[in-house]
């Protein structure tokens, strides 16, 4: 099927509890299709969902740092790896609330805070579902990403009005041994139900460039494609290679097999907001510019990840000069402030 309509398996509305919608064979075979019968079908999808031409944007904040006692092989805030990354303890709920108000001021719409941990403790909560009702306050949809969440943590965020939950499965579960030992493929997938169940928004994805193979690519879509719901939001990073982690000395993506998998995602979850997230300090525009036809809509902005660099504002605002891109309208909301 090259003419871009959407099959039976891909035609579902959030919120069907959907069979398995997509079998490995299958999106193999797309994944292998000649580059622009490729990137003709997942435009086409994109288009019949999204304006082509609209970006959603989030911004980062590190609201905890460093000292991780997971062993994620990628990451630079691992307490397993000599990274040279100093830790810091939580952030005060003020300053979180005004790095956000400075984000909303530059255009994100979406503001996502992050923690360099397992799992949070109860005794972190009430500072968390403080800076949820704040961010909510300032009219921004909210992002958390603390690692593993219990059923009732999750109802409890929920409640505080969290509008997303970022937690990624990495990559395929035959592969994602190879770069997480601490925690499983099963407990990902877990932490994603539990956060799905309390009725938050689920962010999900993946990284590109830790020694995968094309099959775990793909594998990782299925996998976030037959989720009983399939994300709201995928997340696809390149790796950014981190002195001193165990992934410092990855060889880099193809960009081409990078645009590859951008198209996959959009095709497999056509209502998806198909994020090109880490690693576009390292990527060209001409390479930037193949994601979004290939049905990238939403990126990550500002100078700073959680950690690493991300393309500053100038470069971006250049950036969606040259493509005529232009920013989502956030999702509109009844109780939203000023
Ligand atoms: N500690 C929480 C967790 O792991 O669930 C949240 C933060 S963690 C940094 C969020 C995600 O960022 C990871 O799952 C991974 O996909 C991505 N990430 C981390 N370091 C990266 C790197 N060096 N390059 C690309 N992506 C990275
Ligand atoms: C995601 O998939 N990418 C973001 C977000 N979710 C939390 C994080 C990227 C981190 C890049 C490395 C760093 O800044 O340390
Ligand atoms: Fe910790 Fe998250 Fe980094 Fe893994 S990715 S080491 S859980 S901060």
Redesign the pocket.
């Known amino acids: 099927m090259l003419d871009g309509s959407l099959s039976t398996s891909a035609n579902f509305t959030p919120g069907d509890a959907a069979e398995s919608r997509w079998t490995q064979a299958e999106a193999e075979k797309i994944y292998n299709s000649p580059f622009n019968d490729l990137l003709y079908r997942a435009h086409t999808v994109h288009r019949a969902q999204f304006d082509p031409n609209a970006i959603q944007m989030s911004r980062?904040l590190?609201i905890k740092t460093g000292g991780c006692a997971e062993d994620c092989g990628y990451?630079?805030?691992s307490a397993h790896y000599q990274t040279g990354l100093k830790a810091s303890k939580l952030m005060e709920v003020e300053r979180v609330l005004a790095e956000a108000r400075k984000a909303r001021d530059g255009g994100a719409t979406r503001y996502?805070m992050?923690a360099a941990w397992r799992s949070p403790k109860d005794r972190d909560m009430e500072a968390i579902v403080a800076m949820v009702s704040g961010v909510r306050a300032l009219g921004m949809e909210t992002c958390m990403?603390l690692g593993m969440l219990t059923p009732a943590q999750s109802a409890r965020l929920a409640e505080a009005g969290l509008d997303y939950y970022?937690h990624?499965i990495d990559t395929s579960e035959r592969f994602y041994g190879e770069i997480i030992t601490t925690r499983s493929f099963a407990d990902r997938l877990e932490t994603l139900a539990n956060v799905r169940d309390a009725g938050i928004k689920v962010?999900a994805?993946g990284i590109l460039g830790m020694g995968e193979a094309a099959d775990d690519r793909i594998s990782m879509l299925v996998t976030l494609a037959n989720l009983p719901v399939p994300p709201e939001s995928v997340?696809i990073?390149m790796l950014?290679p981190?002195p001193g982690s165990k992934l410092a000395d990855a060889a880099p993506v193809d960009p081409i097999d990078f645009v590859r998998t951008i198209a996959l995602a959009r095709i497999l979850m056509p209502q998806s907001h198909v994020?090109l997230?880490?690693g576009r300090t390292d990527m060209s525009d001409e390479t930037q510019a193949l994601c979004f036809f290939a049905g990238a809509n939403s990126i990550?902005v500002g100078e700073?990840?959680?950690?690493?660099d991300n393309p500053g504002e100038d470069h971006d605002a250049a950036l969606f000069r040259r493509l005529g891109l232009r920013p989502m309208a956030p999702t509109a909301r009844q109780d939203a402030a000023e």
């Open positions: 980062l590190s990451c630079s805030q996502c992050g990403t970022n990624n962010c994805g997340p990073n950014i981190i994020r997230s880490a990550f700073t990840l959680l950690t690493a």
